[in-house]
């Protein structure tokens, strides 16, 4: 390991670089030149796919078609609403990200860090195949959404169908064309609607990575501060000897993470409550279409129903993980020989187990915390409405 310079962070040891680089591409990040482009894509998205839905309707009277349209427009939603509070956020994202290069800047510094290099790089080295995945899934999953309904389509047109009904990639109208019955009207609504899945894929990498990131790294700070604590010990190769000058720093280090978990909550609280809410939404509209109709829309239905789990899942497992690191702080600090420590030792450390023991984690608009058995009683609740709506749907 090269020894980190005080003032200096090689790119394996910064947080989120790879996020930041399509971040700043699109002008969410850096200068503010060039925010326009996000503009430009947001735009775009918002009148493709959102104000058709919300201001011109579905289009049809079945009422799967308007399950399956309102589920999409709930998915929509949670990447633009995402994506508005980062845009809105941003001075305090980039607080995040400037205490965190802070963090891993203290952490790293010193020939006794190489367990916490080896942790960021590590991390930073899964962060990079997430991220890589996810770029593929972005580069090719609008033309797999778009692909299914293009080809029923076409072999309704081919073989001579009367009258002819085109399958939709998402259940719309779209400015007065006749997307459903003209064969020219539907490639020109498909071919912008491509361009716009394309946008939605590419702000979606940026919701999923910029949110579940920053919580990834978060729980790490909290690792940093429990291995630096361990390491207090063994300073100077004895096995009591621990100076207030490095209590000081491991202290600070243990308020800087903090500081970080906070500024993170303020910007993701209103983003996974709105997550947890249209997922919701989401899977039991999905659910009712699944019980009323199977066909080759079933492709779509479903690959909007496992993205809203993996998306609630991945908060919920993440926000569990923090709680639990922010707590093993406490455990480290339990576990040291304090009762053999002087009694200004002995206060710095009374301080840090207070920390320890305050709430520490992601939550819902203050409403819920996001853990893993937030996200069972998510399903269990879209179930039960599920239940709920077919019921209704069945008497009327």
């Known amino acids: ?72 427009l709930m998915f929509e939603l949670s990447i633009y609403c995402t994506l508005a509070i980062l845009a809105a956020k941003r001075k305090t994202f980039e607080q995040v990200i400037r205490g965190l290069d802070e963090i891993f800047r203290e952490a790293t510094f010193g020939e ?12 930073n080295q899964t962060m990079r195949k997430v991220f890589r995945f996810l770029v593929v899934y972005c580069i090719y999953a609008p033309f797999a959404f778009a692909l299914p309904s293009f080809l029923i389509s076409h072999w309704r047109f081919w073989s001579g169908s009367e009258p002819l009904i085109c399958e939709l990639p998402m259940e719309q109208k779209f400015y007065g064309l006749q997307i459903r019955t003209n064969f020219t009207h539907y490639h ?54 621990v100076t207030v000058d490095d209590l000081k720093r491991v202290v600070e280090l243990h ?48 690959i909007i129903f496992f993205l809203s789990l993996v998306h609630v899942f991945c908060y919920s497992y993440l926000g569990s993980e923090l709680i639990e690191e922010a707590a093993a702080v406490g455990t480290a600090i339990y576990d040291l020989p304090w009762y053999e420590h002087s009694a200004e030792l002995q206060r710095y450390y009374r301080l840090m ?12 608009v203050k409403f819920f915390v996001v853990e893993r058995t937030t996200f069972f009683s998510v399903v269990q609740m879209a179930y039960s409405y599920y239940l709920v709506l077919k019921d209704v749907l069945n008497k009327l």
Request: net charge positive; aromatic share 12%; glycine share 6%.
């Open 353 to 364: 187990l207070q920390r320890t023991q305050r709430p520490t984690g992601i939550t819902g």
């Open 112 to 123: 006794e860090s190489n367990a916490c290099y080896d942790m960021i790089f590590k991390l």
């Open 255 to 302: 308020r800087k993470a903090y500081k970080i978990t906070d500024l993170i909550e303020e910007m993701c609280q209103v983003p996974v409550a709105l997550e947890f809410l249209f997922c919701i939404m989401v899977w039991c509209l999905n659910m009712i279409y699944i019980s009323q109709k199977i066909d080759l829309n079933l492709i779509n239905v479903m």
């Open 1 to 72: 390991m090269e020894t980190v310079r005080w003032g200096t962070l090689p790119e394996e040891l910064r947080a989120m670089p790879f996020t930041l680089r399509i971040m700043e591409f699109v002008g969410l990040w850096g200068s503010w030149a060039n925010f326009y482009r996000f503009a430009l894509l947001y735009s775009l998205g918002i009148m493709d796919i959102v104000f058709p839905k919300i201001f011109l309707g579905i289009g049809s009277d079945d009422v799967t078609a308007i399950c399956k349209g309102v589920a999409e």
């Open 188 to 241: 020109i609504f498909v071919g912008i609607s491509v361009a716009a899945y394309c946008v939605c894929a590419f702000l979606e990498l940026i919701k999923v990575t910029s949110t579940c990131f920053m919580i990834k790294y978060s729980s790490l700070t909290y690792r940093l501060v429990a291995e630096k604590i361990r390491k207090l010990p063994q300073k100077d190769g004895s096995k009591t000897k």
